[in-house]
């Protein structure tokens, strides 16, 4: 077995349909990767972020990343058919190993005609953070050690979310989707509140956390997401 991290992740019945899928959608700047880091350690779910994976494939020089370096330079989307790609390799192995109880994918999807490529990941919510632009050009533009974080690869990416990101909601809308609208504009502790009491309104997540308030009871060191468990590590009755 190739080497992989060690991770503490609840153990789950297998009957129950876990991962739940929550996707996270927002413009660039908009706090998905902090707000999203917030939730996988307060409830124990897996983040994934696709535009960070984009990222590390490009420095990698694999060749996906190869394919998709121009793109993510510039600041465009990346086609259809090398997401498509990236969520065989990357994506999917988490959305169906159920050992995690949910897991956030972050900044995908990114464009409509993308969603039916990936019904084995339907999303069980989707979470939508709201913020101006610019708010999330300041907030940006003032990152480190993302050199294409320019002003004119900012404007690129941002009108290129507002002009898809419509689409995908109204696509999960329809499809009966509960999708939880977010302001994300203040500091990140003001964000962190305005989420959790946007999620303590809605029923479905709800129904998330009354299931694994059932089924979270012991917490398993796992090498993931092929590996065995290797040891119990402690008990829980609660999250």
């Known amino acids: 077995m190739a080497d992989q991290t060690t991770e503490t992740l609840p153990l789950l019945p297998a009957d129950r349909r876990y991962p739940f899928i929550i996707y996270v959608l927002g413009a660039p700047g908009s ?4 707000l999203c880091d917030e939730l996988a350690r307060k409830y124990h779910f897996r983040h994934i972020s696709v535009g960070d994976w984009l990222r590390e494939e490009v420095q990698a020089n694999s060749g996906l990343g190869n394919s998709v370096r121009r793109y993510v330079e510039a600041g465009e989307l990346v086609p259809d058919d090398h997401m498509k790609a990236i969520f065989v390799a990357k994506i999917q192995p988490y959305a169906s190993w159920n050992k995690s109880a ?10 409509k005609s993308q969603i039916p490529n990936f019904e084995q990941a339907d999303p069980t919510i989707v979470l939508f953070f709201k913020c101006p632009k610019d708010e999330a050009c300041r907030r940006v533009l003032s990152r ?3 050199a294409n974080d320019t002003q004119a690869v900012f404007d690129r990416r941002y009108a290129e979310f507002e ?3 419509t689409g995908v909601l109204e696509y999960f809308k329809s499809a009966g989707k509960e999708v939880v609208t ?3 504009s203040g500091q990140t502790g003001e964000s962190w509140m305005k989420l959790l009491g ?7 997540w709800k129904m998330m956390l009354t299931a694994f308030e059932a089924d ?9 997401p092929e590996g065995d468990a ?9 999250l």
């Open 198 to 204: 946007a999620l303590e309104k809605s029923d479905v």
């Open 230 to 238: 290797e040891e119990v590590v402690e008990s829980r009755t609660e």
């Open 182 to 184: 977010v302001d994300t």
């Open 31 to 34: 706090g998905k990767g902090t």
């Open 102 to 111: 949910a897991v956030l994918i972050d900044g995908f999807p990114r464009r």
């Open 163 to 165: 002009r898809e990101n």
């Open 216 to 224: 979270l009871e012991t917490v398993v060191e796992y090498q993931s």
């Open 144 to 146: 480190v050690g993302r």
